[in-house]
């Protein structure tokens, strides 16, 4: 019996934008490999895709026949992406349900299609036909020659007409070659490269004097403050410090800024190891050496030499030629991160981060994929750079929400990386001062090993931090925003001019209205939360939809004039503390500042420079640049966070009040933290103000232990929304019959914490499966289920159930 002809064939994703969703196709190819890509017909034009398998099938095995198969092009030069990072595509789609080529999508380059040429070669002597040449294809030929057998197609820059026609009948008879190309960038010369002067004592009377004139110059200088003699380009410090070339240019001119030769990249030698450090050098580099896919948790905060350890094992793993990914939560917070890197590592140092203008993201992307960079420093994104060998993975600061994709991929960034590091054989190291729960019960169940650094440097000092009841001023009478205890360490550093943060997580001036006549609370008309009160503007808004109306005076629903502002938010601890205050020059920083063009920078440049002492503000005060002169921080509601309807509430809480707790005494002075809360035995607020994290481990575990939470199962979160609440109910119902059969807790459906945002109603259903189960079962059971005008969102490992 004959054996049946079998064919090669590639299975080609082609990028959702170009070919919409799960666009797989498969075609006839004899060289493609898994990573490469290439143009493919699809429909009536040309598809630029992505090889994510190949096979060879006979005709049964295809499901059709040979002569419905239609030839893949050749691979685009320059343009493919290894294996390894198609694979991580393919667990990312698995592991988190996404169609996968919407996980591809992540991995692919930016700005690509702009980038393709033609590249034409002339063919080796045995190839060509033996057909004679005309004149004009001779004179072709020879330009070829002259031109060392290459000439280039360049996007935007066309080769004559003439020229091409002959190039293409040169081709027809095997003299020439043709194929598409990733062309990089023309410069003339690399990027500028610049630095800050080393003139402490000038960029410091800049800050001082001019900070407030020209806030942007001086944000600028504040925040490459302590890079040293790195030096960054012009498209990485616009990006770090968020500001315009001409700002640059500015301080360029004043000489604050200087521009570095490539040689001005160091390889600075790290400051010896304390024995601490040392050791859990030597754990890290002992598995990059042996490639060993262990997972270490580095647990050690300001000042306790975290980035010391990184350094050290990313030179070892250097020194085998493996690369380094190093991975942090902001990129914006990360100036001297970059600047530690290149001062160790050189140019072998890239960036990749979508703030980057087209051109430098490309460029960087195609010196990693060549090896030209083997440092990679980014924030998620970087997890699928075209490396070839990681040896080393690092994700600083890894208790950090943004390390959870909450747009389609939703993938969390610590599973990707341990996948990652288990493909390469690599060891993953989990920094943080404040780990997450479910690292920390890791580490004490053997899945991690954790490595402790708890000696501080001779001046880094912790603050000292009270908590201070609010119950007892409305026990006795008198409630105010500033307990004594607060009011006094204010006055008192306002006094010794020293300067003062005031953390509060709620923005506006109070956080609803209401008639104290007949109860009526002004409401959002589209989503199911009250309006904000903002006095600045005299307006009520949403801070779900932005829906804005003026403030009433007057009751709509009995008429009444008792329409008073409730609670408080960041504006009305702005005028208290003006009117309370006598030395107090105040700011505020929060969203609706922020947004202001130029707000941004002049307050924090204000702040820097002294114009302004006391800086009220939310979250966003809480973390981000050194203020050496801040002694004093309070903390003005710790409550907020600790009542959010949400099982993380508590480590939240404490993750942000130690971070908080930590901007105060950062300079020579020692610090002062007041935590006001009506919740003083809260753990998280004792353990916050003990700086006891394994205290607050202790009591948070056994609560996630008792109500069935992480580390303990593994979640997913099920959000059914429509403007039609009937059919979003009727949606829920459905996916949970469907989900009868898997092996899961199923909580719900319900109605979400906030049951409407933006006229769409809001329900879901919370799984709890087994720890590290499976998340393919839910997707197989909902597989086709797309209820008419609902929408279904499945969130593996949600980072808020809100």
């Not at 001779?138 to 003439?162: A, F, T």
């Not at 980057?356 to 420093?377: C, F, H, K, Q, T």
Request: glycine share 8%; hydrophobic share 40%.
């Amino acid at each position: 019996m004959q054996e049946a002809e079998r064919r090669r064939v590639v299975e080609v994703a082609i990028p959702p934008r170009e070919g919409g969703t799960d666009a797989i196709y498969t075609y006839a190819s004899e060289e493609a490999v898994v990573g490469d890509a290439l143009f493919v017909p699809l429909g009536n034009r040309d598809a630029l895709g992505y090889v994510v398998a190949a096979h060879r099938l006979d005709e049964a095995e295809l499901g059709f026949s040979f002569s419905r198969l239609k030839e893949a092009g050749e691979p685009v030069a320059g343009l493919g992406v290894p294996e390894a990072i198609v694979a991580v595509a393919r667990f990312v789609s698995e592991e988190y349900l996404s169609p996968f080529t919407q996980s591809l999508a992540v991995v692919l380059p930016p700005g690509v299609r702009d980038r393709l040429g033609v590249e034409w070669t002339l063919s080796p002597p045995e190839q060509a036909s033996s057909a004679p040449l005309t004149p004009a294809q001779q004179e072709v030929v020879r330009s070829l020659q002259d031109s060392g057998g290459l000439w280039i197609e360049r996007p935007g820059r066309p080769l004559p007409e003439g020229s091409l026609r002959l190039l293409r009948l040169l081709r027809a008879k095997g003299v020439v070659r043709a194929r598409r190309v990733l062309v990089p960038f023309q410069e003339a010369r690399k990027p500028e490269q610049i630095r800050l002067s080393p003139d402490e004592g000038a960029i410091e009377a800049f800050i001082r004097k001019e900070g407030r004139k020209k806030p942007a110059q001086a944000l600028t200088l504040m925040t490459l403050q302590g890079s040293g003699s790195a030096t960054f380009s012009h498209a990485e410090a616009k990006a770090l410090c968020g500001v315009t070339e001409a700002t640059l240019g500015a301080l360029l001119k004043a000489g604050l800024l200087v521009r570095a030769e490539d040689e001005a990249f160091g390889t600075r030698a790290v400051p010896d190891p304390n024995p601490e450090q040392q050791a859990a050098i030597g754990a890290i580099t002992g598995a990059v050496r042996n490639r060993r896919a262990e997972r270490f948790l580095l647990h050690g905060g300001w000042g306790r030499g975290t980035t010391g350890v990184y350094l050290r094992a990313a030179g070892a793993s250097l020194r085998l030629g493996r690369a380094v990914l190093y991975v942090v939560p902001e990129f914006a917070l990360t100036a001297q991160v970059v600047a530690q890197l290149r001062d160790r590592f050189g140019r072998a140092v890239a960036v990749l981060h979508s703030d980057l203008p087209p051109r430098e993201r490309l460029d960087n992307w195609m010196r990693i994929r060549s090896g030209e960079a083997s440092v990679v420093l980014g924030p998620r994104s970087a997890l699928f750079a075209p490396l070839n060998d990681v040896g080393l993975i690092v994700l600083d600061e890894e208790h950090e929400a943004s390390y959870k994709q909450e747009s389609n991929p939703r993938y969390h960034a610590k599973r990707v990386a341990t996948f990652l590091a288990e493909r390469f054989g690599a060891p993953l190291v989990l920094g943080s001062a404040t780990p997450s729960l479910e690292s920390y019960q890791e580490s004490l169940d053997g899945q991690l090993i954790r490595l402790e650094l708890r000696k501080r440097a001779a001046n880094a000092q912790l603050p000292s931090v009270q908590v201070e009841d609010l119950r007892v001023g409305y026990q006795e009478g008198h409630p105010a925003i500033f307990t004594p205890a607060l009011a006094d360490l204010m006055d008192q550093a306002l006094e010794r001019r020293e300067q003062v943060i005031l953390f509060l997580n709620r923005r506006a001036y109070s956080s609803f209205m209401l008639c104290r006549s007949c109860g009526h609370r002004f409401m959002c008309p589209h989503c199911a939360v009250a309006l904000s009160y903002h006095r600045s503007e005299n307006s009520l808004r949403c801070h779900h939809c932005d829906h804005r109306m003026r403030a009433p005076d007057i009751c709509p629903q009995c008429g009444g004039t008792k329409v008073k502002p409730m609670g408080m938010g960041t504006e009305k601890v702005e005028e208290t503390v003006a009117k309370l205050f006598e030395h107090a020059l105040v700011d505020r920083l929060d969203r609706d500042i922020a947004r202001k063009r130029g707000a941004l920078e002049a307050v924090l440049a204000g702040f820097r420079s002294g114009s302004s002492n006391v800086l009220v503000g939310t979250q966003m005060v809480a973390k981000g640049l050194d203020f050496p002169n801040v002694t004093v921080v309070g903390v003005i509601l710790a409550d907020i966070t600790l009542n959010v309807p949400d099982f993380r509430a508590g480590e939240r809480t404490f993750q942000l009040l130690s971070q908080v707790a930590g901007r105060a005494g950062r300079g020579r002075k020692p610090g002062s933290v007041v935590i006001q809360t009506f919740n003083p035995e809260n753990v998280a607020v004792l353990a916050a103000q003990a700086h006891d994290y394994e205290g607050f481990f202790a009591a948070a575990i056994e609560h996630r232990r008792d109500a069935a939470y992480p580390p303990f199962v593994r979640l997913v979160n099920i959000v059914a929304s429509g403007e039609d609440r009937a059919a979003v109910a009727r949606a829920t119902t459905e996916i949970k019959r469907r989900l009868q059969g898997v092996d899961a807790m199923i909580l719900g459906p319900t109605d979400c914490p906030i049951e409407r945002i933006q006229q769409r109603y809001r329900r879901h259903l919370l799984l709890k499966l087994a720890p590290n189960a499976p998340a393919a079962p839910i997707g197989a059971a909902l597989e086709g289920f797309a209820p008419k005008n609902v929408q279904i969102t499945i969130d593996v490992d949600p980072n808020s159930l809100m």
